[in-house]
């Protein structure tokens, strides 16, 4: 248990600093739409983030951009990039054989990071560019990161998920549905359809499958289509048995990347 209370001030403006660092260049607008908080406290956020160096105000159009200094707070954080160039080539290999893109994305607090996608920019309607943050329950790899955890784990992430208000992450705030939804992810993790719809305005879905072997779960491994192209049937079928062989080969190279490196590297990881 913590022993004082959050400061929440701290936390707007780290939560104002995250959206700005996701959309890249923001409004006073968009982040009052992204954080619900109301814009005289978002100026004094973003006035206080200007003065620190972490973000740039630009004149035309009049927004906020991250700057340089943002970098510094992730710089103790290389688990995408490590797992990211251990995956890259496993994942180019396998677009070439199937034709559509995949990801692969670690799990951080309540969201889950990119760390190599075999995207182009534009292709199928969004690009996530590596360390891009979606959330846990609306994707296909959240879920099956999700279900595949350990009971501990899994239950700690739920209740941080449970605290926020998305649709998807009404399955957090009901144990017993979490639990059977997440038996069935088992079998094969889709994307919720709600976050289909507003992210992609549902014409893409996808599958997640676990990066694991028996006593690690190291991240989650995704395949991304165009509904109109591939139905939900036929991408079960021809994807999911070649999906868990991509995903078992990388795990097993992660941790015999981790054994090779020695007890110091698999603590830190």
């Known amino acids: 248990m913590p022993s004082f209370r959050p400061v929440i001030a701290l936390s707007r403006g780290l ?3 995250r959206v700005i660092n996701q959309e890249r260049q923001s409004t006073v607008g968009s982040l009052h739409k992204a954080t619900g908080l109301n814009k005289a406290t978002i100026v004094r956020m973003l006035e206080t983030l200007e003065h620190e160096g972490y973000v740039v105000r630009r004149a035309e159009p009049p927004s906020y951009a991250p700057t340089g200094r943002a970098l510094l707070l992730s710089a103790g954080y290389d688990e995408p990039n490590w797992i990211g160039g251990i995956a890259e080539p496993m994942l180019n290999k396998f677009r070439q054989q199937i034709q559509w893109p ?3 994305a670690v799990l951080d607090e309540e969201s889950m990071v990119i760390a190599h996608t075999t995207r182009i920019g534009g292709s199928l309607l969004f690009y996530r560019p590596p360390g891009f943050r979606f959330p846990v329950l609306g994707t296909s790899m959240g879920r099956a990161y999700l279900a595949f955890c350990e009971p501990a784990e ?5 209740a941080r998920l449970a605290l926020s208000p998305e649709p998807w992450n009404d399955l957090a705030r009901n144990p017993a549905k979490l639990t059977k939804v997440l038996r069935a992810i088992r079998k094969a993790g889709l994307m919720d359809e709600s976050y289909s719809r507003r992210i992609f305005g549902g014409a893409v879905w996808a599958i997640g ?6 006593n690690r779960l190291f991240a989650s491994m ?3 289509m165009l509904r109109e192209a591939v139905s939900t049937e036929e991408g079960l079928r021809r994807f999911v048995p070649q999906m868990k062989k991509v995903a078992s080969a990388l795990a097993e190279t992660l941790s015999a990347r981790l054994a090779a490196a020695g007890p110091s590297a698999t603590a830190k990881s």
């Open 209 to 214: 499958v676990p990066v694991a072997v028996p």
């Open 15 to 17: 939560e104002v600093l």
């Open 222 to 224: 995704n395949v991304m």
């Open 102 to 104: 995949s990801d692969v």
């Open 154 to 158: 899994q239950e700690r992430i739920a």
